[in-house]
């Protein structure tokens, strides 16, 4: 049974920094893309930053130069650091993973079959 679990969200102030960690089981993500997506209160999930099997990266356009998304295959494990973090960062980090084919691209949640339970991230001000 697939399994993704993060863990590392918390609360912190306006400008702080956390990790997220996801860490994946009952099969390997070294061949496919994974992905951060994140669900403020009221609003729909949206992408946040993707790393792919050759390791390239993107990243939603308010995220870019602050969050950074890396991936360790021999832990079959991705993260997320997360810098200069602001107030509207707040919401629930989910990770996700792919092992289908899909025509969605890598930054549309349709195209992840396999999601984490969910980390919640609360900035203040």
């Known amino acids: 049974q697939v399994q993704l679990v993060e863990s590392g969200g918390g609360s912190v102030q306006a400008g702080g920094s956390l990790r997220l960690s996801c860490a994946a089981s009952?099969?390997?993500?070294?061949?496919?893309?994974m992905a951060w997506f994140r669900q403020a209160p009221g609003k729909e999930r949206e992408f946040a930053a993707v790393?792919?099997?050759?390791?390239?990266?993107y990243y939603k356009d308010s995220v870019k130069g602050r969050f950074t998304i890396s991936r360790d295959n021999a832990k079959n494990a991705v993260y997320l650091q997360m810098n200069s973090l602001r107030p509207e960062d707040t919401a629930v980090y989910y990770c996700?993973?792919?092992?289908?084919?899909?025509?969605?691209?890598?930054?549309?949640?349709?195209?992840?079959?396999?999601w984490g339970q969910g980390t919640q991230v609360t900035v203040s001000s």
């Open positions: 790393i792919t099997s050759s390791g390239n990266t």
């Open positions: 009952g099969r390997t993500f070294s061949d496919t893309s």
């Open positions: 996700a993973a792919d092992d289908r084919f899909s025509t969605f691209r890598i930054t549309s949640f349709e195209r992840y079959n396999y």
